[in-house]
Structure formats: structure tokens, C-alpha cells
């Protein structure tokens, strides 16, 4: 209820008699939907609605791991679409999860973001990363930008915890090879062979992922593992802490204390269910073959006066989350002119950075301080210090008409 200043005094007795009022009728309100969910309300929990966008749910993860999660089928619900569609909000089922849903509040404390991911890949790995996050961001949260971001972020916060495959990819298609139990839905309900985004939606949908491979980070759902649509309310979120809602996602992770600390292997399986969107993942020497496009560029506000080639996807790594130094290996084959773009968009928003490359992988440190085999061969660096700026390049291998633009080495 809302509490009201009357003249310069709080009643806080009306206030927590309207708290405890609230909350009895949050807990039947519960209760009856427990005592409802083997009846009218498990239909929807099982139910699949084909949609043109559709904003679905992630599954319970495997038995062995989920315990209370493995007892009921897999949650799955898109936005009907089309004459005569109805939409689920306006259900008796779907009331009713709507409000069990309002009734359970958000978890109290801060909302911890997390850290940035960067995958140390090969660009085809990378590129096979890149298109399974877009393929999950498509089909689970449409075109909308805010949402597709939420949902990588849970695919990236999954790859990183113990319970869940180490891949990009092996965490979207998990459980795919099954009928159900797929812990995204499109994996294995039949939406990929159905229909395909129109190719603005699908660079759309690879943008943003590339954004999140390159360390972009949706605060929003903070280190959530777990999600589904408001209109549904599967048994297994009763054991989880809400953190989050975005629009229609309704956000959870596991109570207790979770680790997000697996390696990243840098390989990437190849999926062929994704063959007829992405050329990375068709059964072709090489990985790629004609027609195939590298994975896109991240959009920053900084514009970049040459296109990076694929390979720029690998780059950099940091030092630490908050020391704004990066090391990179440079994209082979790129011309001098086009590393200040690539510093300057791992910079970006960034006061004092400092971006370091070389162009041969086996000479870029993983931390600092780095080996004097190391420093011998740094092939550009750019400093910014207060808003101040640096540029320095190797002038043996990228000659430069001002020589204050070389690095110095020995003096």
C-alpha cells in the first residue's frame, strides 16, 4: 500500500498492518496455485505456441544436477501471433501465474553484474560462437534489443558456471538431441526447420552477440542462470532467487554461493542445425565456404575508419576487470591504420586504457608483468591518460612518416 506523509508524520502501524495483509494473501495466493498446478495450470507449463518472435523460457537444467528442477516437463511459451491468437496473459492459467508471479519479490541486495567475457578462440570457433548466441537471442526474445542482451548474458553466465556445458554452443543446444528437455526451446521444438529471420534480423541478432563476446555486459539480470515469461510458473523457480525482470523475462539464480570461474576451452562444436543460417556450421573444408560472412563488428560509438576484419573477434583480453589495460593479438593481415580504430573501441567509456598488440599470437602475454620476449616484440600501442592520447606503432614492420610515432626500444 502507499505510504503517506500526512503532515510530516509516518503511520508506520497502518504501514505494517498493510505489509502483513499483503503478505497472507501473497502466501495463499501461493498456495493456491500450488494446489492448481497438476490441474489447469501443468498445461501451460507444457505447452508450445509457435510465434513469428517468440519470448520463451529456459528449461530446468539436467536431472542429475537439478534436483526439484527435473519434475516437470520443460517450460515453453512464445507469443501467439496470427487471426483468432490468444494471448496466454488473458488465460485463467495465465492470471493466475501472473499473479503467483507478482506475489514473489525480488531477492533482497545488490544486484551483482557480471564480468566481461572475452573467449580466446580462433576466428571459426568464434564465428560458431557468435551465430549460436544470435540464434538464441532471435528465437528467444525477437528482435528486441534490451532482451536479446538478457538472454546472451544468461547463455555467457551458463558457460561460465560448473553445471552447464564450457561452449557457447554447447550450452544453447543442450539437450537438443531430445524431444523435450532441451534447455532452449527452438533447440528441439522444431522452430529452426520452420522459419528463418529475415537477414536484417539475423545481423541484428549477430551484432549483438559479437557486442557480448567482446565484453559487453547486461547488467540488468546480473549473474542469472535462469529465466522464463511472466505468464508461466514452473515449480522449479520456487527453489530460486528472482533477481531480475525485464519486460516479460522473469530472472533467477540458485540460493548459495555460486562460483562463475570454468576455463573457456576455445573450441566450438559444430551445430548442423544451424547449417542453413550459418555458414560456420555446415559440413565444409574449412568451416566457412562461399557465401559466408565473418561475424560483425561490434557497434560502438566511436566509428572506425577502415572494417576489422574476423579475426578482430579474438582480441582483447584484460589484465584484470578494472585495470583498463588490454593485450591483443592483432588481425593478421590488417593494415596499420585500422589498430587505433580497434583500441578505441576496446576503450571505449574508458577515462585511462591503455591497448597493447602484437601480431604474433605466441608473443601476447596473458598478464602482466609481461616477458622481455614480449616487450621486444610489441607491434602498437595506444595510451590514453586524462583524455590524452598516444599512438605508437613498430616502425620496422609499419613504417611511419613521423618518427615521434614509433615505439622506442632500448633507449
Not at 505510504?3 to 502466501?27: F, K, P, Y
Not at 539436467?62 to 488465460?91: C, K
Not at 508471479?101 to 572475452?118: D, E, I, Q, Y
Not at 534480423?201 to 529465466?227: D, F, I, K, N
Request: proline letters at 9%.
Amino acid at each position: 500500500m502507499p505510504v503517506r506523509m500526512g503532515q510530516g508524520r509516518l503511520d508506520w502501524e497502518t504501514v505494517l498492518a498493510g505489509a502483513a495483509t499483503a503478505m497472507n494473501a501473497a502466501d495463499r495466493l501461493l498456495g493456491a496455485g500450488k494446489a492448481m498446478a497438476g490441474g489447469a495450470l501443468w498445461f501451460v507449463l507444457g505447452a508450445t505456441v509457435p510465434a513469428a518472435d517468440p519470448l520463451v523460457g529456459v528449461a530446468p537444467q539436467a536431472a542429475a544436477l537439478a534436483g526439484p528442477f527435473a519434475a516437470g516437463p520443460h517450460l515453453a511459451m512464445g507469443l501467439p501471433v496470427g487471426p483468432g491468437a490468444m494471448d496466454p496473459r488473458e488465460s485463467a492459467e495465465g492470471k493466475l501465474a501472473l499473479a503467483l508471479n507478482a506475489a514473489v519479490p525480488l531477492a533482497r541486495g545488490p544486484l551483482v553484474p557480471a564480468l566481461p567475457f572475452f573467449p580466446s578462440a580462433q576466428a571459426q570457433d568464434l564465428a560458431r560462437a557468435v551465430d549460436c548466441l544470435a540464434a538464441a537471442q532471435y528465437y528467444e526474445a525477437g528482435r528486441g534489443a534490451s532482451d536479446q542482451r538478457a538472454v546472451a548474458q544468461v547463455v555467457l553466465n551458463r558457460v561460465r558456471h560448473r553445471a552447464f556445458p564450457a561452449t557457447v554452443c554447447g550450452v544453447v543446444f543442450q539437450g537438443a538431441e531430445r524431444s523435450t528437455g532441451c534447455q532452449f526451446t527452438f533447440t528441439c521444438d522444431g522452430a529452426l526447420a520452420r522459419r528463418d529471420p529475415s537477414a536484417e534480423a539475423w545481423e541484428e541478432a549477430r551484432r549483438t552477440a559479437a557486442a557480448m563476446l567482446q565484453g559487453q555486459v547486461e547488467p540488468t539480470v546480473g549473474l542469472a542462470t535462469h529465466y522464463h515469461t511472466d505468464w508461466v510458473s514452473p515449480a522449479w523457480d520456487r527453489s530460486m532467487d528472482k533477481i531480475a525482470a525485464v519486460r516479460t523475462h522473469l530472472f533467477y539464480r540458485w540460493r548459495g554461493w555460486q562460483t562463475f570461474d570454468k576455463p573457456y576451452p576455445g573450441s566450438e562444436p559444430r551445430i548442423p542445425a544451424l547449417a542453413r543460417l550459418s555458414a560456420f556450421h555446415r559440413d565444409l573444408p574449412g568451416g566457412a565456404g562461399a557465401g559466408s560472412s565473418p561475424p560483425p563488428e561490434t557497434v560502438v560509438p566511436a566509428p572506425a575508419p577502415s572494417p576489422m576484419p574476423a579475426a578482430s573477434l579474438s582480441l582483447a583480453k584484460p589484465v584484470t576487470a578494472t585495470a583498463g589495460v588490454f593485450l591483443a593479438t592483432l588481425p593478421p593481415g590488417a593494415g596499420a591504420e585500422s589498430f587505433p580504430a580497434l583500441a578505441e573501441r576496446r576503450c571505449a567509456g574508458l577515462a585511462d586504457c591503455r591497448f597493447i598488440g602484437w601480431t604474433d599470437s605466441a608473443r601476447t602475454p596473458r598478464a602482466l608483468p609481461m616477458p622481455g620476449s614480449s616487450v621486444d616484440t610489441i607491434a602498437f600501442v595506444f595510451t590514453r591518460r586524462r583524455g590524452a592520447e598516444t599512438l605508437r606503432w613498430d616502425c620496422t614492420a609499419f613504417a611511419r612518416a613521423d618518427p615521434g610515432e614509433c615505439i622506442r626500444r632500448g633507449t
